[in-house]
DNA sequence: CGGTATCCAATCAGATACTG
DNA sequence: CAGTATCTGATTGGATACCG
């Protein structure tokens, strides 16, 4: 086990819902990893390129922690070269529901953000 | 302006929604800080016996932050001992959508994992 | 009461090199 | 291709002291 798979379950992980799911979406990039794996499952290195300026490390880093809390899915296809995919689970499909509101809100925000110029 | 206050904007935070959002709500605490105020408006140290395990420190430069989004509202009363309450903005209660979603993502989750055991 | 300032430890995160 | 290992700098965050 790695440093950056030992997942900090915060206090209140048990009881409080909002905890929970930030004890699995939270960090700055799952969502946005997520967001991406929503349209399609995708191999490592096209998920690097669209999620952005996120680093290999760190990708593996959250990819593991995702796949420990039952999100997505690794499948490595023994060939050569290697080809892994990541896709979600149905747990993880089902943040999508997260993601529709996160993005309802940042369209109003931006909408506000440009009548506001 | 403390170092704190220097709010990262991400790359595509004008364009991705997710993104615009999560420039406002991500990070460990201001959810769980938004979540106590949506009930009701609070004080500094009220707020941080509820928020939980939060540094002085680090509620402070996490207001301050939301402030700068317009998110909360900071109101000094002139007295001594000092008094000061913060309150969600019209914006700010607009996250409650969030919120609830993250509830009932989290109580499923709490659900499920109580049936595993 | 509600902060700020300072110091220091822990953690995060990028760059680079290497590998099955 | 999809990682791991290592080193290093940056950032976070706690503890403490002090202040209006």
Known sequence: MTEQNVIDKPEGYFTCPVRRTLSVVGGKWKL?????LLVSPLRFNELKR?????????????????????????????????????????????????????TTWGEKAIEQDTQQQ
């Open 32 to 36: 946005l990893i997520i967001n991406e």
């Open 50 to 102: 669209r999620v952005g300026k996120i680093s290999q490390r760190l990708l593996t880093a959250q990819l593991r922690a995702l796949e420990e809390d039952g999100i997505v899915t690794r499948e490595v296809k023994n060939i050569m070269p290697p080809h892994v995919e990541y896709r979600l689970t149905t747990q993880g499909q089902s943040i999508s529901e997260v993601i529709e509101v996160l």
